[in-house]
């Protein structure tokens, strides 16, 4: 059994590759009560900010999941900043046991950060790292993906400089073109930085 939320398609992408009929949190988060059962059970989910979507979270926090075997598969783009890691912790505030973690590096799609046909052009092996995740699963295997110190000092300088910004600092990402900000985050795309 696989849930999984995207935005773009990349984690859906990853959930069908898992399981025929993956379920979507969006619809199941609805469902009352919010309780399954079966041997292995996964999510899929992008890294947003280095953290997984606040729907997911909401979903973990508000499931109850009987399995022996609970995973989860992680999309990102360009930077995961230790993100497995932070999926660990959240999992565990929710009382989960999550036996794997694993990030997978894809099309890195946040519009206003990267040019589409630039990340097109870029080999990122997915269906190579996809075949080692599904031997991973297939074999049971536990594993939190490695985080290294640099991971964490990314993820670290991304919450401190987000504590910084406006509260609506999103809302003038998306507008980036008509309304910039100046506030220095979004340097690569930015017509007046």
Known sequence: ?????TGTGNSLYIAKQL????????QAIHQKPLEFTSDRMGVVAP????????????FLKATRFHTDYFYMILTYGNRHGGAAELAEQLCENCGISARYINVIKM??????????????????NVEGQLAAILR????????????????????REFVDRMSQSPADLWQHLLKIKENCIGCGI????????
């Not at 399981?19 to 969006?26: A, F, G, M, R």
């Not at 099309?107 to 097109?120: H, I, K, S, T, V």
């Not at 993906?145 to 964490?152: A, H, L, M, Y």
């Not at 979004?186 to 930085?193: D, F, G, I």
């Open 1 to 5: 059994m696989v849930f999984y939320f």
């Open 19 to 26: 399981d025929e009929n993956p379920v979507s949190i969006p």
């Open 47 to 58: 890294v947003y900010g280095h953290e997984v979507p606040d729907m997911v979270k909401e």
């Open 107 to 124: 099309a890195d799609n946040w519009l206003p950060g990267f040019d589409m046909d630039e990340q097109r052009m870029i080999d990122k």
């Open 136 to 155: 991973d699963l297939n074999a049971g295997k536990r594993m939190i993906s490695q985080v290294t110190e640099n991971d964490r000092a990314v993820h």
């Open 186 to 193: 979004c340097e690569k795309v930015c017509p007046t930085a």
